[in-house]
């Protein structure tokens, strides 16, 4: 087949009011919004590449403008000299002018990210293959070509890479087997979780899940001791001693603070306080850590991490108790076999952040390449909200199981009717009175500033 050639981009603003029925809550933001900024390449051969980074609404169009300012690059290539040499189309992306944007962090990160995924998505769909199944076919050098090792050096080098990679081959056989009949990547809830549930609306939740095979469910937590430890003991009671419990505050607190709030909850049996501080603080997470170790209390943050150089530092400082990057904020698939692959050197398991509006359905494939190729071992984060509006939503088996991907590509093609509905500004729903309310809403999800 002569090759493919990529013809012209969209970018798309897509905002879901997601606040309206609490769901994004946390103690930093009072109304999230899931929201997405889309790329979707066209190509002479009919193929499309469709790729996302999520936000939480206000400032999307921020993140369409870096995709905007990205985007033209790629018309004009050939799928074949991107794909080629994966790290380099990485590194190029960072490069140039648009260094001083700050690429790797921020919103250019996320644009870089929305890029990368079309581009990943476009050679999944070529190959004809879901994305982790076109990396689990790569032999261990092919794996190391498509990561940009630059400033990871002093711990991981493409050959030490390949020999992990190699290592973990016995079994990769029988992972595979698991992973076509969906027993690899087990779901955890955090849909039971939101800070805006009431307590009703969390035991509800809390058994639909448990009914549906959960073990692992998450809290929101930061509100106070006294409404924690509520609404927690009842998560407990419900879910029996068996269940796993994790927490998440969402960087409330400040590095002492955690140290002391955390033992309060002790008792309840919580396997980690995730992000407790800022997700810049790596030396502050190792210090809650290792004052929490006495608790049992792990630690866990990644949504926040920008990149690979802060994952690098996480590990070194064993800051760590679960790594949680963000398939929308790394800089693509590339950017996350690198964070794969350090976390498997320090044994840390890697259970990517998946608690928003098309997380899940690309974490699905970079949980079940990890379980296969890297780790043996996968856990992630479920929500239960707007999978209708993606063409191969995530799902579950009755089981608690991940279904792995069947369809070619990186899950990244999402439904028109969505747009119609929820594009902004101009989609029907922004127009309603309510819409338009809470677009005029400059403050919206600042507490005491919201008016809508
Ligand atoms: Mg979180």
Known sequence: MSDIIITGYKVRDLR????????????????????????????????????FSFSNGQGNEVLCAGINALAPRYVGRTLSSLTENMAVTQREIVSGQIRFMSPERGVMQLACN??????????????????????????????????????LSDVITPESAIELLKSMEPGKKERLEKALKNQAVPGYNTSVGWLGFSDEEVEAKLRQALDAGFKHFKLKVGLG??????????????????????????????????????????????????????????????????????????VATGEHVNNRVMFKQLLQAEALDAVQLDAMRLCGINEILAVLLMSAKYGIPVI????????????????TLDFVSISGKALLEYVDHLHEKFEQPASMTPEGFYTSPTIPGYSGDIKEEAFTEFEYPSGSFWKTEQGLKMVNDKWRGVLGRQTS
């Open 16 to 51: 879901f009011p997601t606040s309206l029925d609490q769901i994004g809550t946390d103690p930093m933001n009072l109304a999230g919004e899931n929201a997405l900024g889309v790329v979707i390449f066209s190509t002479n051969k009919g193929l499309v590449g469709s790729g």
């Open 114 to 151: 929305a890029i990368l995924n079309a581009l990943w998505d476009l050679w999944a769909k070529s190959e004809g293959k879901p994305l982790w199944r076109l990396v689990v076919d790569f032999t261990p050098e092919e794996f190391v070509r498509c990561i940009d090792f630059r400033y």
């Open 225 to 298: 001791l006294e409404s924690d430890r509520r609404r927690l003991g009842m998560i407990r009671k419900v879910a029996g001693d068996k269940a796993i419990l994790m927490t998440d505050v969402n960087q409330l607190w400040d590095v002492d603070q955690a140290i002391e709030y955390m033992p309060h909850l002790a008792d309840l049996g919580l396997w980690f306080i995730e992000e407790p501080t800022s997700p810049d603080d790596i030396l502050g997470h190792a210090k809650i850590r290792k004052a929490l170790k006495p608790y049992g209390i792990g």
């Open 352 to 367: 990517p952040h998946s608690g928003g509006a098309g997380m899940t359905e690309l974490c699905a494939h970079v949980s």
